[in-house]
């Protein structure tokens, strides 16, 4: 472990922005934080609470042009940036990305994730407190799980515990100075765990009860809680006319908006606010987890506290596993 | 006063306004050629969306016109499209497009002089709006 | 909280309705979450107080073809009132619980707060104005309110190019997560606007201008029909303070046509009459 001071995060910083492009989380307004390029390294927060958006969006953007074509230009693929350093990246959103990989980068690759994602240096920030809605611990991570990231901080007195993870995160902190760390690790916060191993069996012979019906009379539909959500991946892909030709535009979307599963004929074999409801939990707990092997949730709470309606995923975890939701 | 040619998107009802600047056509009379013009049947038909889209598209002002209140070929539909332009209007200008950028006006099949000059007046307060931003 | 208890079970016990819709304890343990209740079992957990923000009137549409109660403050019960307006609900399927209000806290989840939401501040009903039996005791007479929404005033007195680059900024990171859409009690369309491919108004793109377009259309039709329960603006995880929006429009529409959402069932709406005379 080494330490690097405050006084010299920002030289790093700088330096880090002189090899690429830095993106932080940053406060854009009142209880706002948001991963955001960084022009000025005082504007980074490393003491942010949360983000509504978890930084997915740096490889997997909300919207992008996969490519355009045109008579006069012919077929263009938009660049896609050079270097980059996710810096202050929570061990939650860092397993999300991982999860993200196992779809992405499974053959055939994505070829646009996986440039953004060669391309960037994951520097973790450990968290020194943990918020009501945490629960990594169920995922097999914690507070100062630095597994996923390529170097990692640890937030301590006057300034953070550095320690690389790989080569590229061994490069970034090459360009900060150092010192031996003199101060031991703290004691992580306490995340309430909840035991999910058996969660995939137990839900295969859920599918039919009655809990998803009334699960779901106070679910909105809306797709909120897919957007906050580190590791849905989820996109839909449509071409659109621009001047002179047209672009193919993928965006995110959701398994919980009606139009989702609608097929041509206009057939929906989803049809209801339950069945879709009982898809998101399904594809997080069964289906991801029988395709990659790990459940495709990361404990980072965003959906339990944005949901407007407060479906609270914990809550249906337990409902699982203690036979609440037993076929009646 | 800036060197900028506004584009200035007009919805014309059939009956009377767009007959209205086909007379100030055949009548010779000059108007800025700013304005592209797309024929709707009534003022009625003119979905506020419309407009919204208009200014999306970078239009720096809209223009809808329809028969004088009391000679709708439809009876009544510039009345319900004068309630819904007016709150409009309000939105817009909440959202910062200045009220001027947008203009509701009644133009009959007999005042190609008017539709005319109701362009020019738009055109010239749109130059001095300068650009949209 | 008892009495609200007490009339869930009477209601669901005797078969009137054949479900409650309240609300109950949210999982932070301090605010409260939409709650359907089927059984006088289920009424045990119904609660009311001041985190109770939710407008329970978007749940209606969903339960067309059964009776039902509902809970509703004054606001939700003008937006009941806009449904029945509008043919999405049928009045005789409805059983409304009405309960005097004083106005809910500005709470989010695992986040308390003793502070009032800014709409209360200024409204002036505390009594619904639809409901079929009434909880709590009416103030002798409703309060005196300042008529103007600061918010709204502070932006109506900047300029145009500084409201356009606000809307601009706010907009641009606005995420189309559609939750302001789907806990409006308005926003009951078979196929929203945005969701329509022909013609497109915004296509699937997450960005300006398409998000532009699509919260300026979405205010548009709220015109005259918002209740101003807020329920856009907390549902929005991003923080856009899209309730100015309603706010400003249904100012005007009182201004302009002296309509206000909600408070006659009867009334013609006003975007679907007119006046001859009138001057716009």
């Known amino acids: 472990m080494k330490f690097i001071s405050d006084k010299n995060l920002r030289k790093w910083l700088e330096s880090l922005m002189g090899i690429g492009s830095l993106i932080a989380p940053m406060d854009l307004g009142p209880g706002l934080t ?14 942010y609470e949360t983000t509504p958006i978890p930084p997915k969006d740096l490889f997997f953007p909300s919207s992008e042009a996969l490519f355009r074509f045109s008579p006069s230009r012919g077929y263009e693929i938009p660049e896609i940036d050079g270097e980059a350093f996710l810096l202050g990246i929570r061990p939650c959103d860092a397993l999300g990305i991982r999860l993200m990989d196992f ?61 690389a993870r790989t080569e590229k995160g061994a490069k970034a902190l090459a360009a900060a100075e150092l010192e031996e760390a003199s101060i031991p690790i703290p004691k992580p916060p306490e995340v309430p765990s909840i035991d999910v191993g058996a969660v995939r069996e137990v839900a295969l012979s859920l599918f039919n009860s009655p809990y998803w ?63 879709r409801l009982r898809n998101r939990f399904y594809h997080k707990f069964s289906y991801f987890p029988g395709e990659f092997g790990a459940f495709g949730c990361t404990g980072c709470g965003r959906c339990v506290r944005y949901c407007p309606v407060n479906i609270d995923v914990r809550e249906v975890l337990l409902a699982i596993l203690r036979g609440e939701a037993k076929v009646a | ?98 009220g001027d950028r947008f203009r509701v006006e009644w133009v009959s099949a007999a005042e190609g002089q008017r539709f005319a000059r109701i362009v020019a007046d738009f055109v010239m307060r749109l130059k001095e709006l300068g650009p949209r931003r | 909280m008892e009495e609200i208890r007490a009339k869930a079970i009477e209601l669901l016990r005797s078969g009137e309705v054949k479900c409650f819709i309240g609300y109950e304890r949210a999982s932070d343990g301090l605010t409260a979450r939409p709650f359907f209740a089927y059984s006088a079992d289920d009424a045990g957990r119904l609660i009311f107080d001041r985190t109770c923000a939710h407008n329970l ?180 995880p991003m923080g856009i303070p899209l309730a100015a929006l309603n706010r400003k429009l249904a100012g005007r529409v009182k201004e302009l046509f002296g309509f206000e959402a909600g408070l006659d069932p009867r009334a013609p709406f006003p975007f679907a009459t007119f006046k001859k005379e009138e001057v716009l």
Not at chain 1, 218 to 240: G, H, N, T
Not at chain 3, 116 to 122: D, F, G, K, Q
């Open chain 1, 34 to 47: 948001l991963f955001s390029q960084i022009r000025d390294p005082g504007d980074v927060n490393l003491e």
């Open chain 1, 213 to 275: 019906e009334r699960l779901a009379d106070r679910c909105l539909s809306c797709k909120l809680c897919a957007y906050v959500c580190p590791s849905c991946y989820c996109f839909d892909i449509r071409d659109y006319p621009i001047r002179d030709g047209a672009e193919r535009i993928r965006s995110w979307d959701s398994c919980q908006s009606p139009l989702f599963s609608r097929q041509a004929s206009g057939y929906d074999p989803r049809q209801t606010k339950a069945s």
């Open chain 3, 57 to 236: 009137a978007r749940y209606l549409p969903d339960m067309r073809g059964q009776r039902v109660a509902i809970l509703v403050k004054p606001c939700d019960s003008r937006s009941v009132n806009v449904l029945i307006q509008e043919g999405q609900v049928n009045r005789e399927e409805v059983y409304v619980v009405g309960v005097v209000c004083d106005g809910v806290y500005k709470a989010s989840w695992g986040q308390p707060s003793q502070e009032l939401e800014a709409r209360c501040l200024y409204c002036s009903r505390r009594v619904p104005v639809v409901y079929d039996h009434l909880i709590g005791q009416p103030p002798a007479s409703e309060p005196q309110t300042p008529a103007s929404i600061p918010e709204v005033e502070a932006l109506e007195r900047r300029s145009a190019k500084e409201r356009w680059e606000f809307w601009r900024s706010h907009f641009a990171r606005c995420i189309r997560c559609n939750a302001c859409r789907q806990i409006c009690p308005a926003c009951y369309c078979p196929q929203c606007f945005s969701d329509q491919l022909d013609p497109l108004w915004t296509g699937i793109r997450i960005g300006l201008p398409q998000n532009w377009v699509w919260n300026v259309g979405r205010a548009l039709h709220l015109a005259g029909r918002c209740a101003d329960c807020g329920g856009c603006e907390r549902a929005c």
């Open chain 1, 103 to 163: 779809p992405f980068l499974s053959e055939p690759a994505d070829p646009r994730y996986e440039r953004r994602r060669r391309r960037t240096t994951l520097i973790g920030l450990g968290c020194i407190k943990a918020r009501p809605e945490c629960f990594c611990t169920s995922f097999g991570i914690g507070p100062f799980d630095a597994s996923n990231a390529d170097a990692f901080l640890i937030p301590v007195k006057g300034g953070f515990l550095a320690e």
């Open chain 2, 1 to 98: 006063m800036s060197d900028h040619e506004p584009r200035v998107l007009g919805f014309l009802c059939n009956w009377c306004s767009y007959a209205g600047a086909d007379l100030a056509g055949t009548s010779r009379i000059q108007y800025p050629p700013n304005i592209r013009i797309i024929r709707v049947p009534c003022s009625g038909r003119v979905d506020p969306l419309l407009v919204i889209k208009a200014f999306e598209r970078g239009f720096d002002g809209v223009l809808v016109s329809g028969c004088h209140p009391g000679d709708c070929h439809y009876t009544q539909g510039n009345y319900y499209a004068r309630r819904r332009l007016a709150i409009l209007r309000d939105l817009l200008e909440f959202i910062g497009i200045e």
